[in-house]
């Protein structure tokens, strides 16, 4: 059930135009009924049954429908790709190598609509995450880059250099067949010129690198996979321009989705990389790696009974496993293949050029107009008895367009948006889940949202700037059933002050919820009304029964803080449910509330609090608890606050014991530091421990 609702706002993305394979095609001096309709192209695969292509074939030997419905094809053309032996080049001549640009490039030099900008040429896109990527990885990537560029370019092939760093994705070089250049290109990467990710400023002292990708709130590059996601969602849309087949050959050392990464964004990147008609082609730059089971001596050795149960080393494997799946992810569903556990990494890059031969290029004016965002079904299949195997895109999702919407447009529009499985990532969204146990059966899970305020829109409104934010929210259980929702509207009056701050500041908006023990899923947007952007966050998560935990304490989630609020000062307060909220929420007592850091970056010049409860509920009366924060640098302890006794309890059956910290923070050096809090239990021989990693910045 919904328990509480709390200022913010969040972004969902204005229906972009459809670009890459789908694209709009041109306003005509003359009215004609194709005027405004959307062209969408397919790059199709005919092959006889000993896997060699099929030429010759006309638009007459195809038929194509959409969603059922004939589509008449209007753009017809074959791409003959000629693999010849690649010849190795002379010896690389400087002088022929024009000066790097100042600033790299931030789109893809694109094509008139219908027509074909590359004729009869493979497009292969390099790109060098350098946000995932040790320097050792790195070396490895240009050195297997420029030995493919040597050796393997055929002349068929057409090359593309992109890296992502520094928060932004940036062409180094478009498309060319110059080897000399792209070599160029690489050994500038490989000496480490024009590399900054270890050292740049992500604040208002830094330049505008003219770069498509990026963001400079920098507490929100702390969520590095949904930034990679992102990132790579930003690549395809670039390649996207070009009607022709591209492969994007991804180098990374493996990408890692955990439990705070939105979801959402691993859909839209796939999605977005299927209307472009990109195939990603990931390598994991670490080649074949043998681990030693406890680490290497590029970490400290762990500690615990975990180290001699077999726990370490299986977490060890686990994690290893886990970031090559998000991988094998990216490649399986978008027609590419993933290169694991290789040494020769020129082998991913050989397998994205052979996949790519000989291919038809089919055009057609969708004959469904309708910007709904729902997904068309496309089947193309050959005439007169003609027998090969094809392969095409199956489908794509429609444009989505806020535009000149009714109030029941718009709120149909945001309901539909919830419902789609091509997920609006256009807003930058973080989000926390808590849970707190309120009595044997029901916890309370408080949810809080954060959005960089320099993606929202003001509007003058008498006199005053505003910003409108719609919200809406599902959580299903593991059947798939709707358990809970949450639908808000919140009107932001700012004075110029808090105009200017927005500008600066992320905004939050907070809510909550009652949920039983279990397995959940969450699916959350958030509108931006000015503009119609929209965020979507998705994530699962699990309440556990901590009715069935004997053998440690019992605790809730544990907040991290850096805010305290005064509720009749909140500008954002939403009124419903506003005293029931006060009563039910943990992080609301005397008046003022505690808002979750979210992204866990704190400031030197403000304390941190720390909020959590432990439960007894077997015990007759509440036993004596005693508590103290760690902070770890690495192995070494940087920070321990004093043990902190807690005699009191709530009156409750749970004997709900709340745990309170304020610490300064302005004596530890700016960094990354493991937090952790210890609970013990002297009387009862238990104890507790929680950690997750904090950013202290200056």
């Known amino acids: 059930m919904r328990s509480i609702a709390l200022f913010l706002s969040i972004v969902l993305a204005a229906p972009a135009q459809q670009v890459g394979q789908n694209a709009t095609s041109p306003s005509s001096t003359t009215a004609t009924f194709q005027s405004n309709s959307q062209l969408v192209i397919e790059t199709v695969s005919v092959k006889d049954k000993n896997g060699k292509p099929v030429e010759n074939l006309s638009a007459k030997d195809f038929t194509v429908t959409e969603d059922g419905a004939p589509q008449t094809v209007r753009f017809f053309e074959y791409q003959k790709l000629h693999d010849v032996a690649p010849q190795m080049p002379s010896a690389l001549q400087p002088e022929r190598v024009a000066p790097l640009p100042k600033l790299p490039k931030s789109q893809v030099a694109p094509e008139p609509p219908g027509n074909v900008k590359y004729q009869d040429r493979r497009l292969l896109a390099l790109y060098f995450d350098m946000s995932a990527m040790p320097e050792p990885d790195e070396l490895r990537a240009f050195t297997a880059a420029r030995k493919f560029v040597q050796t393997q370019m055929t002349p068929s092939d057409l090359m593309a250099l992109m890296v992502y760093q520094a928060g932004a994705v940036q062409i180094l070089q478009d498309f060319t067949d110059d080897r000399d250049r792209l070599l160029s290109i690489i050994e500038t990467l490989i000496v480490g010129e024009d590399q900054n990710s270890g050292d740049t400023a992500n604040d208002a002292s830094s330049a505008d690198a003219g770069a498509a990708f990026g963001q400079d709130d920098s507490e929100f590059n702390i969520f590095n996979s949904d930034r990679q996601l992102s990132a790579l969602q930003t690549a395809a849309k670039m390649l996207g321009s070009l ?17 705070v990464d939105n979801q959402a964004q691993l859909h839209a990147t796939i999605n977005a990389a299927i209307r472009a008609g990109v195939s990603f082609w990931p390598i994991d730059a670490r080649g074949l790696v043998a681990e030693a089971p406890l680490g290497d001596a590029t970490k400290g050795s762990p500690g615990g009974i975990a180290m001699y149960t077999g726990a370490s080393a299986m ?5 290893f496993q886990r970031s090559q799946d998000t991988l094998w992810a990216l490649a399986a569903d978008t027609g590419g293949k993933a290169l694991l556990d290789y040494n020769d990494l020129t082998k991913g890059m050989t397998q994205a050029q052979e996949a790519i031969s000989s291919y038809y290029l089919i055009g057609y004016y969708t004959s469904n107009a309708a910007l709904d965002g729902k997904f068309r079904r496309i089947k193309i299949s050959l005439n007169n008895g003609l027998t090969a195997s094809i392969d095409y895109r199956q489908g794509y999702f429609a444009g989505k367009q806020f535009g000149k919407f009714t109030t029941a447009e718009k709120e149909r529009q945001l309901e539909d948006a919830l419902l789609l499985g091509d997920p609006i990532t256009e807003l930058t969204i973080a989000l926390e889940l808590d849970y707190f146990q309120l009595n044997r059966a029901e916890y309370f899970v408080p949810l809080v949202v954060k959005i960089p305020g320099s993606e929202l829109a003001l509007a003058k409104r008498g006199g005053a700037e505003h910003t409108l934010l719609d919200f809406i929210g599902e959580i299903k259980d593991d059947f798939g059933t709707t358990v809970s929702n949450v639908r ?14 927005l500008a600066k500041r992320p905004i939050q908006y907070d809510t909550g919820f009652t949920l039983l023990p279990g397995k959940y899923k969450l699916k959350f947007l958030a509108r931006d009304a000015e503009t119609g952007r929209v965020g979507t966050y998705e994530a699962p998560f699990v309440i556990p029964n901590l009715n069935k935990e004997d053998k440690r304490i019992p605790i809730s989630s544990v907040v991290l803080s850096s805010q305290r609020v005064e509720l009749k000062d909140a500008l954002y307060n939403a009124a419903k449910d506003k005293g029931k909220a006060e009563t039910v929420n943990p992080l609301v007592q005397e008046g003022q509330k505690l808002i979750p850091s979210v992204t866990r970056v704190f400031s030197k010049g403000r304390d941190m609090y720390i909020y959590l409860q432990a439960y007894q509920p077997g015990a007759e009366s509440a036993q004596p608890l005693v508590a103290f924060v760690t902070f770890y640098r690495g192995q070494a302890k940087a920070f321990e606050t004093p ?49 997750a990693p904090v950013m202290l910045v200056p």
């Open 488 to 501: 808000d509207k919140v009107d932001v009056k700012l004075s110029d002050a808090t105009a200017a701050e």
């Open 243 to 259: 009607s022709e087949k591209k492969a994007l050959i991804y180098f990374a050392s493996g990408l890692r989705l955990n439990g």
């Open 643 to 691: 043990p902190l006794e807690v005699t009191e309890a709530l009156s409750n059956r749970l004997k709900t014991t709340p745990l309170k910290f304020s610490l300064s923070l302005s004596k530890l050096p700016p960094g990354q530091y493991n937090c952790q809090v210890t609970i013990l239990d002297p009387t009862g021989q238990k104890a507790a421990f929680w950690q």
């Open 315 to 319: 977490a060890v494997r686990d994690n």
